[in-house]
């Protein structure tokens, strides 16, 4: 779009001055995290085309920013351009290859703008590719007793960047009591104490997803070289890549390559890497390898504390004056005992209903507000059980139902078991498609 004021074309707005002001609106808008992690590690470049070009540093930083984010800049992008010009996307690899590896412009350097104090903790974020983070998982939040105390140690001892660690360390336990927490916690405290080291978090759902898209997009090379150049890896919900021969291979590699350079490696799973019957054998070994740490159900006692810390933040940023009575929150305590995501769910729903009432709530009126949360005593069915009693029942294994088998002998108990877990359970059709050797949803709909 032409500028209709002479001066203006004569003298064109410096880009750097353009996605100075265009940065700050977007971190504003995406928070520092998200912009830290993945917008900040991008330069802007002049294109050969004569256009802009924002060049991310890898191909999984520019898918990101193209499905959470391109749209956006745009917008703001032209918002804060008089001159209208074009900007595009591409990966550092993509650039060199169009441009020459040799003649590869300098970035545009940004022109003095509007700073905020979360500037300073740019070398930070520039050494973490972590969209997943979530601020309010950290060491301080974490409430450690018996049930965790072991995995919290180690998870201390992996952030403080101290000597003598083992490697890997893989944290084991049900859904809910803390694992994620952990993973989280680590990448803080790795990424404030020695703010130059590069930390990489992953869920097992991102992992997967940027494998494929680097296998689609033949830019397998940079995902090995993000990955192995991290000082600390940390992938959640390991179990989930169970089933996928090729993931698991690259996965084998990555660990081996980090090990072998004395680098961290962290994962979590829901069972310890001995009982991960989908997951190839040689992986197995390897996670098996370092230090497995296993994290129980939590007592009543470290319940209760869980309840206060959370209380004393619910109660803060609501605005909250009073506090449940003792026999209410011992009553949330012995109710939810399977997971402490449903234990803070309960206690959410009371706060967020009771308000300001919610220190004059009788122990009558808080179980009628959490009716939706009561469920019978009875234990609830998963999806392991499913399958433990499905294959059990047609005289199977277990690895069976999630191998990739499709004879009538285990797609039928396959089936049933399915169909099972959809009508006892609460999983969603992905998740459910996911525990069965990463099946689609719409296999488990037909089930």
């Given amino acids: 779009m032409a500028s209709s004021d002479p001066s203006m074309a004569i003298f064109p707005t410096p880009a750097g001055a353009v996605w100075s002001k265009a940065s700050h609106t977007l971190k504003n808008e995406l928070g520092a995290d998200a912009f830290g992690s993945w917008l900040a590690q991008a330069a802007l ?13 890898t191909g999984i930083a520019r898918d990101w920013i193209r499905r959470y984010a391109w749209r956006r800049i745009g917008e703001v992008w032209a918002a804060n351009d008089p001159d209208g010009r074009v900007l595009s996307l591409k990966s550092r690899l993509e650039f060199e290859a169009e441009t020459g590896a040799d003649r590869v412009p300098a970035p545009i350097e940004p022109a003095d703008g509007p700073t905020t104090p979360e500037a300073t903790t740019a070398p930070a974020a520039r050494g973490c590719m972590a969209g997943s983070l979530q601020e309010r998982f950290n060491f301080e939040s974490f409430v450690a007793g018996p049930a965790n105390e072991f995995a919290h140690a180690v998870a201390r001892r992996v952030a403080s960047w101290a000597d003598g660690h083992f490697n890997p360390v893989v944290l084991h336990g049900p859904y809910g009591f803390g694992k994620t927490h952990l993973l989280n916690a680590m990448a803080w405290e790795a990424m404030k104490t020695q703010p130059g080291r590069k ?9 997967l ?16 070289e993000e990955l192995r150049s991290a000082d600390l890896l940390l992938i959640d919900d390991v179990h989930f890549i169970g089933g996928k021969q ?10 081996a390559a980090l090990v072998e350079d004395g680098r961290r490696v962290v994962l979590s799973a829901d069972r310890p890497p001995s009982a991960l019957a989908e997951v190839d054998a040689r992986l197995r070994s390897h996670l098996s390898s370092g230090l497995v740490c296993g994290i129980e159900p939590a007592d009543r006692a470290l319940r209760l504390g869980i309840l206060d810390r959370k209380l004393q933040v619910l109660c803060r940023r609501q605005g909250v004056a009073g506090v449940p009575r003792p026999d209410i929150l011992a009553f949330l305590a012995d109710r939810f005992t399977d997971s402490v995501r449903e234990l803070e769910g309960a206690l959410n ?41 499905a294959s059990e029942h047609f005289g199977l294994k277990q690895a069976d139902l999630i191998s990739e088998r499709r004879t009538r002998a285990v797609a ?12 006892l359970t609460t999983r969603s059709l992905p998740d459910i498609g996911r525990r069965f050797g990463g099946r689609d949803h719409t296999t488990v709909l037909h089930a």
Avoid: N
């Avoid at 930390?199 to 992992?207: G, K, N, P």
């Avoid at 009558?364 to 949360?373: F, S, T, V, Y």
């Fill in 412 to 423: 039928r108990p396959r089936q049933a078991a399915m169909w099972l877990a959809k009508q």
């Fill in 349 to 389: 729903t009371l706060v967020a209903r009771a308000g300001d009432g919610l220190g004059r709530l009788t122990l009558d009126e808080a179980q009628c507000l959490l009716r939706p949360h009561l469920r019978g005593g009875e234990r609830r069915v998963t999806v392991d059980d499913i399958q433990k009693a």
């Fill in 45 to 57: 470049r002049p294109a050969c085309d004569g256009g802009l070009c924002l060049v991310t540093p």
């Fill in 209 to 224: 997803s940027s494998f494929v898209r680097a296998l689609i997009d033949k830019q397998t090379a940079a995902f090995k």
């Fill in 246 to 255: 090729s993931s698991q291979e690259e996965l084998f590699h990555t660990l």
């Fill in 199 to 207: 930390v990489v978090y992953l869920t097992s759902e991102r992992f």
